[in-house]
């Protein structure tokens, strides 16, 4: 298994641009999540997904968008970039079966800079 | 909403010295997980632990839930275990089953 794979690993964006943020999982995790890093800090949940075609806000989820069509796939959207959401993104899965919790796995994570 | 806060912030070591590392949080959780984030910025999952004790290598982890903390202990520490150690929990039944973070601990191991 792959496990959680992200890309691109660096971005450059100017103000005002969009992008997508691309997340794939091989584990077949009906949860997926994405978080954003800032410089000397933990992470903070942007969106999250309990399956295929759910999705809901986390803490931070003004200018991001997303979606979910597939089990495998979790892209985030960035539609107006502006030089706040310079961070670090991470995407992440687990299995969640009849309220048993289990183990997030991460991706790599995307390196995003807007200037 | 729950705070998580880690402690020491920050800590240097020689290769060889043991370290503990503490995690407290303010609510009940039903899951906890520590992180390893290396310098290249990788999350490495290191344990998964809402109660007792584990052990991998010269890592180990003890959770005592009823008292909020959690606590990682790394032996003979080697230049390699230099990083950011996060503690992250999740709280009851919480949308999305979300992992709270605190804002880890920087360790820096010196040969």
């Known amino acids: 298994n792959a496990g959680v794979t992200q890309t691109p690993k660096f971005r450059i964006l100017k103000i005002g641009q969009s992008m997508t943020l691309q997340c794939t999982q091989d584990?077949?995790?009906?949860?997926m999540y994405w978080y954003r890093q800032d410089p000397g800090m933990g992470l903070k949940l942007i969106y999250y997904?309990?399956?295929?075609?759910?999705?809901d806000k986390g803490e931070v989820p003004n200018g991001y968008n997303v979606s979910r069509s597939t089990t495998e796939d979790f892209p985030l959207r960035l539609e107006l970039a502006a030089p706040s959401q310079t961070s670090v993104y991470f995407c992440a899965s687990s299995y969640i079966s009849r309220g048993v919790y289990n183990e997030q796995f991460f991706g790599p994570g995307t390196r995003l800079t807007v200037l | 909403g729950i705070q998580v806060e880690q402690s020491p912030p920050d800590l240097i070591l020689q290769e060889g010295a043991n370290s503990t590392l503490r995690c407290n949080f303010s609510?009940?959780?039903?899951?906890l997980q520590w992180f390893h984030q290396n310098p290249w910025g990788q999350l490495i999952n290191l344990f998964y632990?809402?109660?007792g004790t584990k052990q991998n290598g010269r890592l180990s982890a003890t959770t005592v839930a009823t008292e909020r903390y959690s606590l990682l202990y790394i032996s003979s520490s080697q230049t390699t275990d230099s990083g950011v150690y996060f503690c992250?929990?999740?709280?009851?039944?919480?949308?999305?089953?979300?992992?709270?973070f605190g804002e880890g601990t920087q360790l820096t191991v010196n040969p």
């Open positions: 584990m077949n995790h009906n949860y």
């Open positions: 632990i809402p109660s």
């Open positions: 997904s309990v399956g295929a075609g759910i999705t």
């Open positions: 609510d009940s959780v039903n899951n």
């Open positions: 992250a929990v999740r709280v009851g039944e919480t949308s999305g089953s979300r992992l709270t």
